[in-house]
């Protein structure tokens, strides 16, 4: 019996023996699936870096931007071209972009937006024959005071600039919800 047992015993050591073996096919399996997975990454963690560094890079403020010789600016709106250079991931550009800049009763200057709130028309001063003293949307009729608070059609106030004047002249900053129209 102390036999058979032994037997038993060698018999179950052979078949454990024999669970805990990799076969060749298992091995090629993990050996090419290991590879195949390291090659992949390699390739894909430069990509993913190209794609996602440029968000996160941190966001800096506008730099201020000459626009107009300050003894050019009247209480009635005009409106002033000026180009800046933006980086938008990897792109460079340099657009052109407006401001409606005018003096305030109390001698301060504003600069406004011509984007209209609505739909982003572009917004004239008197654009409107009815009403001469209004910013006006000709795509769809939103009125706007001279200080940029909406009258008909737009929710929310023309956005504006931040301004400095320094030497004579005028420069525009970063743009911000409108502080004067509230």
């Known amino acids: 019996m102390s036999d058979n047992k032994t037997h038993e015993a060698h018999g179950s050591d052979v078949r454990q023996k024999a669970k805990k073996e990799m076969s060749r096919r298992q091995f090629l399996t993990y050996t090419l699936g290991g590879t195949g997975g390291f090659l992949a990454a390699t390739m894909l963690v430069p990509m993913v870096r190209f794609a996602v560094d440029p968000v996160l890079q941190p966001k800096v403020k506008a730099d201020w931007v000459k626009v107009v010789e300050e003894s050019k600016i009247t209480d009635t709106p005009a409106s002033f071209k000026f180009q800046i250079h933006q980086v938008d991931g990897w792109y460079e550009s340099d657009p052109e972009l407006e401001a409606w800049i005018s003096k305030e009763a109390d001698g301060s200057i504003l600069a406004l937006n011509p984007t209209c709130k609505h739909l982003g028309c572009t917004v004239k001063w008197a654009g409107n024959p ?52 509230k």
Do not use: M, W
């Open 130 to 181: 009815e009403h001469k003293d209004q910013y006006g949307c000709p795509c769809h009729g939103a009125q706007y005071t001279k200080e940029g608070k909406a009258l008909r059609v737009a929710k929310l106030p023309l956005d504006q600039y931040s301004v400095k004047s320094e030497n004579g002249f005028i420069y525009v900053g970063q743009l911000h919800a409108n502080e004067v129209a």
